[in-house]
């Protein structure tokens, strides 16, 4: 038997208001209409002449992404148990030198010596996340010698982001699915995730028709 699927936590504290500069005025949120969700990934909407499925887990990583770009400060929560991770020298040195940044990005680091890392808090968003995981692809990044630190400070985003949206094959509600969607197909920079995949696509109403033999 399968494992059972887990559920997934709330994702409306991340649907926060797009600039108005990022509004597609011609999509009212009214028509877009929730059909359902397929595979416990692809969000199922229509929308005037349209279906759309939507990657829910692309989705939710772009909308989480920009919202920790935008934040002049990201909030950080202290992990219960502190967690140690023991790198490779070259990525060691690159987290310890990097300290300071990581601060600034919700991380609280600390040398334990011997090439291991203390990590004693973590960006909120990442409640209950795989920290172990994350602290290594992020010491990857920093471990890349000549990006500039834009880049790696984007890189970083996108791994938080990544790690912190709700995942495809879990429950989400419908609730939920129904504003992710609204989000995506009102926006009109959210077409493609952080990684370049694109989050969204359109099936029209007369390429259906035309595969039930209704158009010529």
Not at 9 to 29: G, H, R, Y
């Amino acid at each position: 038997d399968e494992p059972p699927k887990k559920t997934e936590p709330s994702i409306e504290a991340d649907m926060q208001a797009p600039k108005e500069s990022d509004i597609l005025p011609d999509v009212n949120p009214l028509d877009i209409i929730y059909i359902g969700e397929a595979f416990s990934t692809y969000i199922i909407v229509s929308l005037k002449n349209s279906l759309y499925l939507i990657d829910k887990h692309a989705a939710h990583e772009r909308i989480n992404f920009e919202k920790l770009k935008s934040s002049l400060k990201i909030n950080s929560q202290m992990l219960l148990t502190p967690v140690s991770v023991t790198l490779v020298k070259e990525e060691f040195e690159a987290v310890i030198t990097n300290t300071a940044l990581l601060e600034k990005l919700g991380f609280l680091v600390e040398d334990f010596g011997g090439s291991t890392v203390v990590i004693r808090a973590v960006p909120a968003i990442l409640s209950g996340e795989d920290v172990t995981s994350l602290i290594s692809e992020i010491a990857e990044t920093l471990r890349k010698t000549g990006t500039a630190e834009s880049k790696r400070i984007d890189d970083i985003l996108h791994s938080i982001a990544c790690k912190s949206a709700i995942k495809a094959g879990n429950i989400t509600s419908k609730e939920e699915l129904q504003s992710l969607a609204v989000k995506v197909l009102t926006s009109r920079s959210l077409m493609y995730c952080p990684h370049g995949r694109p989050i969204a696509f359109e099936l029209k109403r007369s390429q259906i028709e035309k595969q039930f033999g209704r158009l010529g």
